[in-house]
């Protein structure tokens, strides 16, 4: 009985979050989205090559990490760990004004859920992303 109750549970659950995907604007625009977005493409910038270089990944869950520190010199690091950290508060801000903006702030888990698979899907080859079962190089 536990069982097959989970698996309700389970299922119920999944078919909740693609409804919340289906019916999520992603796409939806603010002006403190429209900031944040303008602040991840400037940054873009400083990210770009040390994706190249396997130094940062971007994780399951929609964000970045340094992946292998070892690949930047030891003087850049803690600048990489504040660009770092600064493009995954910007990501976790965005995240939550988007379900905000779509009226619905408990989708901020769905809605960050989606943008993990987006950034993924579209991550360039030879970048290193990361899945289940750990990091890959796309």
């Known amino acids: ?76 690091r803690a600048s990489l760990n504040g660009v770092v950290a600064a493009e995954n508060a910007d990501r976790a801000k965005l995240y939550k004004e988007i379900a905000t903006a779509n009226g619905h702030p408990e989708w901020q888990a769905e809605i960050q859920s989606t943008f993990a698979t987006r950034w993924i899907d579209k991550a360039q080859g030879g970048w290193w992303v990361q899945d289940a079962s750990g990091w890959t190089k796309k």
Do not use: C, W
């Not at 939806?28 to 990210?47: D, Y």
């Not at 340094?66 to 003087?75: G, H, Q, S, W």
């Open 1 to 76: 009985m536990k069982k097959m109750l989970f698996s309700l549970l389970l299922i119920g659950a999944m078919f909740a979050s693609q409804m919340v995907v289906a019916a999520a604007d992603l796409e939806v625009n603010t002006p403190a989205i429209s900031a944040i977005k303008g602040s991840m493409q400037s940054r873009h910038a400083q990210l770009a090559p040390h994706y190249a270089s396997g130094a940062v990944g971007l994780t399951k869950d929609g964000m970045v990490a340094v992946r292998d520190a070892n690949a930047v010199p030891l003087k850049d």
